[in-house]
């Protein structure tokens, strides 16, 4: 095979900055057609730069690009379309206005389609690869996975001969993972080389034929993966050797603090968000929330928080029902609520503030008159810095200037400053390198062995699996069951999380 | 594509973070070469641009009369300016001010055409209420809209600006018609009772306008409702999750804004038109968009710019009858100084790279 | 009579079209452009000059497209190329262009030996209604639809290839995507900024053409300051009307032609209603229309998402 004389990608000496910041520093790397290459990396380490200037998304400060041996300079993704690179974004890259097919055919070249030929085209070439696809959907009437098959089916149209996937799985079931892997592997028979961009190492170990590691912006090493293990991955991944194990302290005396009667609630378009769920709460347990995006995690919070209407259900906070409060009222009982939405900073923080505003957000009602009075949120904010170490030029600085961990500190650190009994936690490890995300942890098991409820909304199962005392299964707004974590297995939650309800299963009591 | 690979492009890169005296720098660059702009564009006229320059400074500082003609200009810019700014502040992008300004002033002149006969200072009083009232509900139609609905209101505003300025062709046509008028439409010069007295040759609009700049200012930084909009602004979620009434926060500001606006409208009524003319608002409240922009919502920054504005205005005014050129002059000079300034604002956050095969 | 109203809706609702096609242009690509009065004044200046001039109708329409798509390049170069506040370039664009529009004027008629300016023979004829033999003479449908002049027949052709641009062809797609979510169509390989550019500036050469119907035809071929006269702003709220869609905007362009005129028209015996009123009633029916489509949040019926934001490749 001619393919074979050269390596389908080249990168010689990749540096890229973005102001004082290095992402990408000196990176040479390679892969050849008919090759699973996973680029493995911690949060922060660089990976998702790299790949954006194969994608001609960012352009390269220094260094060269070979495709197929020869020598290319990829200035817009145009560029890189036209030299066969696909890239499937983490956060998608998709019209939402646009049906799949017209989401298919954005950008390529030709002449206009009817959109019955257009249709058939789509349908056949799914067919092929074993795909799943509806023409004539609408994006935002669709799933996640919907939306990356989507968006998989478009690099395919657009003849894409070298695959990038940015944290493909992050979203998915485990058996939908297992899906996503098959339709790789049929790719890479076919000839294609493919890079999966990921920080989970069982999956690496899974699928790739050979590990790229990164680690603060270098390529630390390539590995066969035959030849390696998560150990000797973990170590390359994060400088040293470190114990992965998550602690799980034992907690006395747990009584129930929250209950959940009953609770439905119904989104803004008239969309179910939570259909009669039912759960307690206990002081002193973290309960965790597991369930792919948009399953309901968002209403659960917003609606103990008093920032959703509950259709029917009450919410009892110590035998009060707390729903028809306003959000004011329920954080003065002492139930705090903290979210990290994708962006990081959509709610909880306000970017463009400093700490010292931050600290005022949920408590400057609290001193008298109609001006403000910075100076207590100013101690507190100093108080954090030293506490949890936060790395920041002064708490005078905008809080969009910290980089992703301290961001998470400030706003987690804030929540437990106001002693609350009930700490609600959305995806508070988002985006975190992994030592950030067990100084969060570590914080979140100080607060469970001071008695605190805590109910964690998390994205990673294995994390899940041991941090959490208990675990929530949530599917289209359904309660799915509530399993005992030390006993459960990844698999039997990845089956609740695709909708397999698992009756009377409560491990509560 | 080999053959592309190897020509240099341009490509732009964003600055981390610039110093606030490189971004000072840049500004002032920016104002000169604005000027310089203006400029070229009257050589191109076939004038002297330092000579006409100079007529536009001393147009509007030449004499006593000129800086109170160029004070009077002023105010509504100012006062509508701060007006915006608090709404902006919220990223409420009302481009109703000119509209807010109509409607106060009709509410004003209602009580300086019926009600002439009360005692000055109530009457004044009244009308000022009046004023703020009236452009605090035009506010806060498309702030309900918003906050119920999320109504675009960049596009509802725009539209309430004419529905007003009809409302007052009506009452010229119809019911506020002066019957002294000999059958032109036009409605009655407000009783002497009813025009708001000068201070220092200027009526005393320059001294509210002032005490707004303060007021706004504190009310901004330093007060709970302030906080309140900076945050709303910057994101209605987080509003909502620290347990603020967003839609309250919503429409207060509103009527605040559209308040203030109004009030411009009393006062340019009372105390510069004397009567209520359709050109009440006179583009003005399209100029404060500007304005409290350029000025980055800073109240004491609204100051300055306003009056470098009404410099600008008022000079030009001279332009016609010292070279002949016409008061359009001023709006073609305004917008070319503007445009550069606008381009300007990018070297602030952004710069070009020139770039060659390889990226080195 | 009512034909007679029918046919003046059209003639007063042409400029219209003009505006509202080129603001859609405009939004489609994800540029709000509060500029539209202002481009409309440039056309019409250059227009009206050109023709004035050069006594050619052809002329005159290139010179008012040139002039109309000037004023949106600068637009362009401010906003996708500076990054510039949309709102705030578009409001300078309007205070620019009316104020050059009217400079102009003046300074024409100051240095011309008459005291007003006229168009020629040649092109009043040109620009007067086109009578087709046979067709024009049918009994209601003749009037109706073959008696116009060439603006507008211009003006239903250009909104009807504009329909077809957006909803049959590859760009057309390519340019909505843009509007909707221009990171999207970068990554699909879409050159957002070249195809940001040719609709910005074609759809300001369009408004001009708008422009140059109102001062050659709407003021009787003499040259007035102010002829554009809020006809841009109104433009601006038609897109809405239109709810973004170029077909639409040819029925929308006719029933305001007939808000604008219905004041001349409507029997005054049954009932007197205040001038005023009609003229307000355009602007009443347009923000109504907005509320309506924000209540029913129809995701099709609605501005391009992007709109208003502008798109920078390396944000991060």
């Given at each position: 095979m001619k393919t074979n004389d050269y390596y389908a990608i080249e990168l010689k000496g990749i540096t890229k900055s973005f102001g004082k910041v290095i992402a990408n520093e000196d990176i040479n790397l390679e892969i050849k057609y008919g090759e699973i290459l996973a680029l493995l990396g911690e949060n922060g380490s660089g990976k998702t730069t790299l790949m954006n200037i194969l994608s001609g998304i960012y352009y390269a400060d220094e260094g060269t690009i070979f495709i197929d041996g020869k020598e290319v300079s990829i200035t817009n993704p145009h560029e890189a379309i036209d030299l066969g690179i696909g890239m499937i974004h983490q956060h998608f890259k998709l019209v939402e206005v646009f049906s799949s097919m017209d989401n298919i055919v954005l950008g390529t070249k030709g002449k206009y389609v009817k959109s019955s030929a257009l249709k058939e085209e789509v349908l056949n070439m799914s067919n092929k690869f074993g795909l799943e696809i509806v023409p004539d959907k609408k994006i935002y009437d669709m799933s996640v996975s919907e939306k990356q098959t989507v968006e998989i089916m478009k690099v395919l149209y657009r003849g894409a001969k070298i695959l990038i996937l940015d944290e493909p799985t992050s979203v998915l079931t485990p058996q939908e993972i297992e899906k996503l892997f098959i339709i790789l592997r049929k790719m890479k028979e076919q000839g294609n080389a493919i890079i999966i961009i990921t920080h989970k190492l069982h999956e690496v170990l899974a699928i790739s034929d050979r590990v790229a590691i990164l680690r603060k912006g270098k390529v630390v090493d390539t590995v066969n993966t035959k030849e390696s293990n998560e150990k000797q991955l973990t170590e390359l991944m994060v400088g040293r050797p470190i114990n992965l194990k998550i602690s799980r302290p034992e907690t006395k005396k747990r009584k129930t603090v929250l209950k959940v009667v009953d609770l439905s609630v119904a989104n803004e378009d008239g969309t179910i968000g939570l259909n009669n769920i039912n759960f307690k709460l206990k002081s002193g347990e973290i309960l965790g929330v597991a369930g792919v995006a948009g399953s309901g995690q968002r209403e659960l919070c917003e609606t103990i928080a008093g920032l959703m209407d509950a259709k029917t259900g009450a919410v009892l906070y110590n035998k009060e029902n707390i729903i028809g409060k306003t959000p004011d009222e329920i954080i003065n009982l002492g139930i705090s609520m903290s979210f990290v939405p994708e962006d990081r900073l959509g709610m909880g923080l306000v970017g463009s503030m400093d700490m010292v505003d931050n600290m005022l957000l949920k408590s400057y009602k609290k001193n008298k008159g109609a001006i403000i009075d910075k100076k207590p949120s100013r101690k507190l904010a100093e108080e954090l810095i030293d506490k949890l170490s936060i790395t920041t030029p002064g708490v005078e600085t905008p809080v969009r200037m910290l980089s992703g961990g301290n961001v998470q500190k400030v706003l987690l650190g804030r929540e437990i400053e106001s002693e609350p009994n009930v700490l609600i936690t959305a995806y508070p490890v988002r985006g975190l390198d992994i030592n950030s995300s067990y100084i969060i942890y570590d914080l979140l098991n100080e607060q469970k062995k001071k008695n605190v409820a805590i109910l964690f909304i998390g994205e990673d199962l294995d994390v899940l699996l041991e941090l959490s005392d208990r675990i929530m299964v949530l599917c289209h707004g359904e309660l799915m069951g509530i399993v005992d974590a030390k006993k459960t297995t990844k698999e039997e939650i990845g089956l609740m999380m695709a909708g397999r309800k698992m009756e009377g299963v409560d491990s509560d009591e | 594509m080999n053959n592309r690979s190897h020509?240099?492009?341009i490509r732009t890169v964003k600055i981390s973070e610039r110093s606030s005296k490189d971004t000072l720098k840049i500004r002032i660059a920016a104002f000169v070469l604005a000027l310089a702009a203006g400029g070229i564009f009257m050589l191109l006229l076939g004038y002297n641009p330092f000579e006409l320059y100079g007529t536009i400074i001393s147009g509007a500082f030449r004499s006593k009369m000129a800086f109170q003609a160029t004070v009077k200009f002023m105010i509504p810019l100012l006062m509508s300016s701060l007006g915006v700014a608090m709404a902006f502040k919220m990223r409420f992008w009302n481009i109703g001010a000119e509209g807010q300004i109509i409607v106060g002033a009709v509410c004003a002149s209602y009580f300086a055409l019926f009600h002439n006969n009360w005692p000055h200072f109530l009457l004044l009083i009244v009308m000022f209420a009046a004023g703020a009232i009236g452009g605090g509900l035009w506010g806060l139609i498309p702030a309900y809209f918003k906050s119920k609905y999320d109504t675009n209101e960049t596009l509802f505003t725009l539209m309430l600006n004419y529905i007003a300025l009809h409302i007052i062709t009506y009452l010229r046509d119809g019911p506020w018609k002066d019957p002294d008028s000999s059958g032109f439409p036009k409605i009655a010069r407000f009783a002497a009772n009813a025009q708001i007295d000068k201070v220092f040759g200027v009526h005393?609009?320059?001294?509210?306008?002032?005490?707004?700049?303060?007021?706004?200012?504190?009310?901004?930084?330093?007060?709970?409702?302030?906080?309140?909009?900076?945050?709303?602004?910057?994101?209605?979620?987080?509003?909502?999750?620290?347990?603020?009434?967003?839609?309250?926060?919503?429409?207060?500001?509103?009527?605040?804004?559209?308040?203030?606006?109004?009030i411009t409208g009393m006062i340019q009524a009372a105390g510069s038109d004397m009567t209520l003319a359709s050109s009440v608002?006179?583009?003005?409240?399209f100029t404060a968009i500007i304005v409290s922009w350029l000025a980055y919502l800073n109240p004491f920054g609204i100051l300055l710019v306003s009056f470098l504005f009404s410099i600008l205005d008022k000079g030009s005014s001279v332009m016609q009858s010292a070279y002949g050129l016409s008061t359009y002059f001023a709006s073609v000079l305004q917008g070319i100084i503007l445009f550069f300034i606008l381009g300007c604002e990018f070297f602030i956050r952004y710069k070009f790279v020139l770039t060659k095969k390889g990226g080195k | 009579m009512f034909i007679k109203f029918l046919i003046a809706a059209v003639f007063a609702g042409t400029p219209l079209l003009f505006g509202t096609v080129g603001e859609i242009m405009n939004e489609k690509a994800g540029h709000l452009n509060l500029g539209v009065e202002g481009m409309m004044a440039m056309g019409a200046c250059a227009g009206f000059m050109a023709g004035f001039f050069s006594n050619n109708i052809y002329i005159a329409l290139l010179a008012a497209f040139l002039a109309g798509m000037l004023g949106a390049l600068i637009y362009a170069v401010l906003t996708i190329t500076f990054m510039a506040n949309q709102n705030v370039t578009?409001?300078?664009?309007?205070?620019?262009?009316?104020?050059?529009?009217?400079?102009?004027g003046e300074f024409m008629l100051v240095n011309s030996a008459s005291s007003s300016l006229k168009l020629p023979e040649q092109i009043t004829a040109q620009i007067s209604n086109i009578n087709i033999p046979g067709a024009s003479t049918i009994p209601v449908l003749g009037p109706l639809l073959f008696q116009y002049n060439i603006f507008v027949y211009l003006g239903v052709v250009i909104a009807i290839i504009c329909g077809i641009y957006y909803s049959r062809t590859k760009t057309g797609l390519n340019v909505r995507a843009i509007g909707e979510n221009p990171g999207t169509a970068d990554a699909a390989g879409i050159k957002v900024t070249k195809l940001k550019?040719?609709?910005?500036?074609?759809?300001?050469?369009?408004?001009?053409?708008?422009?140059?119907?109102?001062?050659?035809i709407i003021n009787g071929g003499v040259w007035m300051n102010n002829p554009v006269n809020g006809q841009g702003w109104i433009s601006v709220a038609l897109v809405i009307f239109a709810t973004w869609r170029p077909l639409r905007a040819?029925?929308?362009?006719?029933?305001?032609?007939?808000?604008?005129?219905?004041?001349?028209?409507?029997?005054?015996?049954?009932?007197?209603?205040?001038?005023a009123f009609y003229d307000m009633l355009p602007f009443v029916i347009t923000a109504l229309v907005l509320v309506v489509t924000s209540i029913r949040k129809s995701k099709e019926n609605s501005q391009p998402a992007s709109c208003g934001v502008n798109y920078f490749r390396e944000e991060r």
């Open positions: - | 020509t240099p492009f005393f609009g320059w001294i509210i306008a002032l005490i707004l700049v303060i007021i706004v200012f504190i009310y901004l930084k330093y007060t709970k409702h302030g906080y309140e909009i900076s945050v709303v602004g910057e994101s209605k979620s987080t509003a909502k999750y620290a347990g603020m009434d967003v839609k309250r926060v919503i429409l207060r500001t509103m009527i605040l804004s559209g308040g203030i606006c109004g608002a006179g583009g003005v409240g | 578009g409001l300078t664009l309007t205070i620019f262009g009316v104020g050059i529009s009217n400079f102009v550019y040719i609709n910005v500036l074609i759809g300001g050469g369009i408004c001009g053409i708008g422009g140059a119907y109102c001062s050659m040819i029925l929308g362009s006719f029933i305001f032609g007939a808000f604008n005129i219905l004041k001349y028209y409507f029997p005054k015996t049954i009932i007197t209603i205040p001038n």
